[in-house]
């Protein structure tokens, strides 16, 4: 049952809300305020102001229809087709991974690594939407570098938010990580390497909140022990790192340790875990050693 005719943008958030409780959403107050603002054009905090204003027919059919598609389980990122990931605004939908603030940890401790290097080249693989490589270009002006993506869906929103932000050249790439890098990439040398690969073991995806579930399994499936990728990553792509360049990745709770080894044994030096906000061990990275002569930092 959708709004009733003449309601006000105060009716029609207090429905969207109940909506969503009933449906068991998580946040259903704050979901109702974004699908209130897409649907009707309310900033949220506006509400108390604005929120004797009859709703149009128009908005109350949206708002109706955002209503019931979050309420179904489809996630609130995609309803909106944008989400704000450390200041940027990305496009994302169907198709790629939803940028998540355990991943500014990733960046931040990226950009700080990177800030003495002049014009560094990053490397970002698995980028999905280009939260990765955006975000730290964003922390550490003068970056430059490549993105590369398998997913064609994942790819249309790559492209799209590289274009956004012109500022920072990152070229999209279209490649498999698992396979390696192309040919023609052999004497490239970066800076750094970063990934928030697909993690999630094979037999834990049915397991995933229904939200979850609707985002792509390309991005979350990580193979049977949820580590192929960090294998791919540190013996297909670490011969792209350069003398004193770091490899960074962002990691599943519980596969810190593991990641770690493997970027011991590949010979990277000085290996780091950096906990999220939320106390997880969420970064791994290592550096590899410096050769005697090195390039001009």
């Given at each position: 049952m ?53 709703l ?97 869906e ?81 013996t ?18 519980g ?12 010979g ?11 106390g ?18």
């Open positions: 959708g709004l009733e005719n003449r309601a006000t943008l105060r009716q029609g958030y207090a429905w969207v809300r109940r909506r969503l409780e009933e449906a068991g959403c998580d946040s259903p107050a704050f979901d109702a305020s974004c699908l209130l603002e897409e649907a009707c054009g309310v900033v949220r905090g506006e509400l108390p102001v604005k929120g004797d204003r009859l149009t027919e128009r908005e109350a059919a949206r708002l109706t229809a955002a209503a019931e598609e979050r309420a179904a389980g489809r996630p609130l990122q995609y309803i909106l087709g944008q989400w704000d990931f450390l200041g940027l605004t990305l496009s994302v939908g169907e198709g790629v991974l939803i940028p998540r603030p355990d991943t500014e940890r990733l960046c931040e401790w990226a950009a700080g690594q990177l800030s003495g290097y002049r014009s560094p080249r990053i490397l970002d693989l698995c980028a999905g939407s280009g939260c990765v490589g955006l975000g730290v270009a964003s922390l550490c002006p003068g970056i430059w570098g490549e993105a590369v993506e398998w997913s064609p994942a790819e249309t929103y790559l492209r799209r938010n590289l274009s956004r932000y012109p500022q920072w050249p990152l070229e999209p790439v279209r490649a498999d990580v698992l396979a390696g890098p192309p040919q023609e990439w052999g004497g490239r040398r970066y800076e750094a390497i970063l990934s928030n690969p697909p993690y999630i073991p094979t037999e834990e995806l049915p397991g995933l909140m229904r939200e979850v579930r609707r985002e792509p399994s390309l991005a979350l499936d990580g193979g049977e022990d949820g580590l192929r990728f960090y294998r791919a990553i540190l297909r792509w670490l011969p792209l790192l350069a003398s004193g360049g770091f490899c960074a990745v962002e990691v599943g709770d596969q810190a340790q593991a990641v770690a080894q493997q970027m011991e044994n590949a990277l030096e000085r290996v780091v875990l950096l906990r999220d906000y939320g997880i061990q969420r970064v791994v990275a290592g550096f590899r050693p410096k050769e005697e002569t090195e390039g001009a930092r």
